[in-house]
């Protein structure tokens, strides 16, 4: 009874996570279409409200452009690469489909949390309980130390390269961003830490430095 309540739970929470993702991914799809047809009128506006001198202005809008290419560039890079080492892994195991399996692993990899651990942690589980033992340890510790850590490792270099953030805070507002904004937040989080960088450092420099006597 007690096994049976546990498993009826995570299955409520992997559908509730499942069914907020995807409607998730079909709002940004509704407001990018707005923000691809109203988006440069909206910046403008934006950018008159902003009560900073010209360059500084230019300045926060250069560090915005040059975050948000860089985030969505990198979290589709190591999308991408999870689902290659996926398929690779699927493939050297004999596991059919495994071309379907890669490309399956790199959308999930998108997701908070588990991403592509939906489909090699259930095939690996299969595999040990059905008596494959070595093609199950293999696939777990390849799926925990290779595809789990390429977001760790991966992510901070190609995004913080592009933004010159240290490596700590792009994990850091990564992470915070999906926490609080969901999928968004893969982009809003680093966004939000890089303005609020740009936005100190502008402050500093402007502010007047007191003279000790």
């Not at 990018?32 to 001198?53: H, I, N, S, T, Y």
């Not at 996926?86 to 489909?97: A, E, K, Q, R, V």
């Not at 953030?165 to 890089?194: K, Q, R």
């Amino acid at each position: 009874m007690t096994g049976g309540q546990v498993l009826a739970s995570q299955a409520f929470s992997f559908g509730q996570g499942t069914f907020e993702f995807v409607v998730s991914f079909f709002i940004m799809l509704y407001l990018l279409f707005f923000l691809l047809r109203d988006g440069p009128e909206l910046a403008r506006k934006v950018r008159a409200a902003v009560p900073l001198q010209e360059h500084q202005k230019r300045r926060l809008q250069l560090k915005f452009n040059r975050v948000v290419r860089a985030t969505v560039k990198g979290n589709l890079l190591v999308a991408v690469t999870q689902g290659a080492l996926g398929g690779l892994m699927f493939w050297f195991l004999d596991i059919p489909s495994a071309l379907l399996w890669a490309v399956l692993m790199a959308f999930l990899s998108l997701l908070p949390a588990v991403g592509a651990g939906i489909v090699w942690g259930p095939v690996a589980a299969y595999f040990l309980l059905t008596g494959a033992i070595w093609q199950g340890v293999v696939l777990g510790l390849f799926g925990v130390f290779v595809i789990g850590l390429v977001d760790n490792v991966l992510r901070p270099i190609l995004v913080g390269k592009d933004t010159k953030m240290p490596d700590y805070m792009i994990l850091i507002s990564t992470l915070g961003g999906m926490a609080v904004f969901g999928l968004n937040g893969f982009v809003i989080g680093p966004l939000i830490a890089a303005l609020f960088m740009s936005s100190w450092a502008i402050f500093s420099e402007t502010k007047p430095r007191v003279q000790l006597p």
